[in-house]
């Protein structure tokens, strides 16, 4: 049997990916899903890293996020998805044609990289971020598949925003929309 460096290195990502996943507080059922991680090596992976840290890095429990409704809950939550939507975008997890194929292709190590890379420069950019990793992982998968949400423009000022997929009427960003109220 011959050893190869591949190997090993794809194995030296997936580890990397998933400590990632952990500090960003993901599920279990997350970093298994982007990670390709077995429940039971994540789980040790936790406790020889994260489990004695100096900060607590909590773990969630439970189904992952899946209603879409949560993006559009209000207005800052509106405006934190566009932005989060446009690092998604820079960062190449969105295709320009969404598909069901787009979406189940998304979960891979690269682009899990791609992922953490945009949701931190989200939460630098927004310090007091209200969407939380798991949200901002259903969101690209969303934006990606393109059944619920998708990446669309505001009728104004042609500003990136994100819709349903089949708005009721045409949509504007928060900054036309203030701007039309006043």
Known sequence: MRISEDRYD??????????????HEARTQTIRVWTGLSDDRIRKLYRSYL???????????GKSPHQAAYFTRSLRIQQETAVLASFFALGRLV?????????????DIARGHSLCTAFETYTIMIPTAVISFE??????GCLARG?????????????MIVVERFPIREKRCQHCAGEQRG
């Open 95 to 107: 295709p320009a044609e969404p598909s069901a194929a787009a979406g189940s292709a998304l979960p």
């Open 135 to 140: 949200y901002a992982v259903f969101l690209a």
């Open 10 to 23: 794809r194995d030296r990502q997936r580890l990397e990916l998933a400590l990632r996943f952990l500090t």
């Open 147 to 159: 059944d619920q949400l998708r990446l669309g423009r505001c009728c104004d000022c042609a500003g």
């Open 51 to 61: 489990g004695r840290a100096a900060c607590y890095v909590p773990r969630h429990r």
